[in-house]
């Protein structure tokens, strides 16, 4: 069972970047997914999460109206779009699963998801 997050990179403030993260080994269509950033020196954080069906959608405050999260079920992909990207948004991102819960809310906390990808490398320069 495997988490495979790509799509990071170095871009110059104000650009964008779509950061995927697909499954394999099993499926997570029934299950929340959430995007966490962690920057050298710092803990990691919460970025957004979605629901199974995409239709309850959650964000942290640094990155409201500039990030969006989505999914599609179909091949088992979650997406974090990152719009007007700032220097304080480098850092690795992750992608993870929450199968603790069937159907369950978006969850902002870490510790609710149990399946993690190895991460990818934003950095966003001024």
């Known amino acids: 069972v495997q988490l495979q997050d790509y799509g990071g990179g170095f871009v110059q403030a104000g650009s964008y970047l779509r950061l995927s993260c697909a499954a394999s080994g099993r499926t997570f269509s029934n299950y929340v997914m959430g995007w966490f950033r962690q920057a050298p020196g710092k803990e990691r954080e919460f970025v957004a999460a979605?629901?199974?069906?995409?239709?309850?959608?959650r964000y942290a405050d640094s990155v409201k109206g500039r990030f969006t999260i989505s999914r599609d079920n179909a091949v088992d992909a979650v997406y974090l779009q990152m719009n007007s990207l700032r220097p304080e948004d480098t850092a690795v991102y992750s992608c993870?699963?929450?199968?603790?819960?069937?159907?369950?809310?978006?969850?902002?906390?870490?510790?609710?998801?149990?399946?993690w990808g190895q991460g990818t490398q934003v950095t966003v320069s001024s």
């Open positions: 993870a699963a929450d199968t603790h819960t069937w159907r369950g809310g978006p969850a902002e906390r870490d510790i609710n998801y149990n399946y």
């Open positions: 979605i629901n199974w069906s995409g239709g309850i959608t």
